[in-house]
């Protein structure tokens, strides 16, 4: 039987919205298996009513709070996707808007605008580049992009923001850490603040929003050891 990782992390914009993000892939073998969704759905909502304001979200264990907001934007049509322009299905509010397309997503968050999108995927000498042109497919509360290779990206929209997510089919060939490459676009560059947050930063230095929260669970929900790195004009996802 083919054992499932699930990687969950979290994108957050400095003018308040939030991106997070989950990977699932099966490991100790080449075979593809059964996907298993990340277990925030199961997390204990402490409330029975959602906590009005950003404070009282962030005073929430962090699996609690994002299982609260799937919920609240399930039962929201605002947080809905939609079609838009030229192919592009969109979601998000005021706040924080998303369109995704073939090429990627591109985000808006006040003044801030810039594009991400996973590319590859390595472990060891073995390199896979992920598709760039598959056109976004609406999923119940889902974007979903194929990116081939057995690769879905995939977003959500959530009250606090975006949530953002790849699906494997199977484990990459090779040994050692597993590195995601997530590309950043729009005149912004990732500068590593910690172990799990990196500053997104205009051409003067000037944050524009925070991509931090990384959190990588597997298929049963055990934490698992993870971290994000700056490469270059990238933001790499490693996991051990």
């Not at 592009?88 to 997503?105: F, K, N, P, Y």
């Not at 950043?184 to 930063?201: F, M, T």
């Amino acid at each position: 039987m083919t054992r499932t990782r699930s990687w969950q992390f979290l994108l957050v914009g400095l003018l308040g919205p939030s991106i997070a993000t989950a990977c699932t892939a099966p490991i100790g073998s080449e075979d593809e298996g059964r996907l298993e969704p990340a277990p925030f759905d199961e997390a204990p909502l402490g409330a029975a009513e959602p906590a009005e304001g950003d404070a009282a979200l962030d005073a929430l264990p962090w699996h609690s709070r994002i299982a609260l907001e799937r919920a609240m934007a399930e039962a929201d049509e605002r947080f809905a996707p939609r079609a838009g322009d030229d192919g592009a299905i969109e979601a998000g509010t005021s706040a924080i808007r998303l369109a995704v397309t073939g090429a990627g997503a591109r985000i808006e968050a006040g003044e801030a605008s810039f594009t991400l999108r996973a590319t590859a995927l390595a472990r060891g000498e073995v390199r896979r580049e992920l598709a760039s042109s598959s056109s976004p497919s609406i999923a119940g509360s889902e974007i979903r992009s194929d990116r081939g290779t057995g690769a879905v990206e995939w977003w959500r929209a959530l009250p606090s923001g975006l949530e953002h997510g790849l699906t494997l089919a199977s484990r990459l060939p090779g040994e050692g850490e597993l590195a995601i490459a997530l590309e950043i676009g729009g005149g912004l560059s990732p500068r590593a603040i910690s172990a799990d947050a990196i500053e997104l930063v205009d051409e003067d230095g000037g944050r524009a929003a925070t991509y931090s929260h990384l959190a990588v669970l597997d298929a049963d929900g055990a934490v698992l050891r993870a971290h994000m790195e700056a490469v270059g004009g990238a933001i790499s996802l490693v996991i051990d």
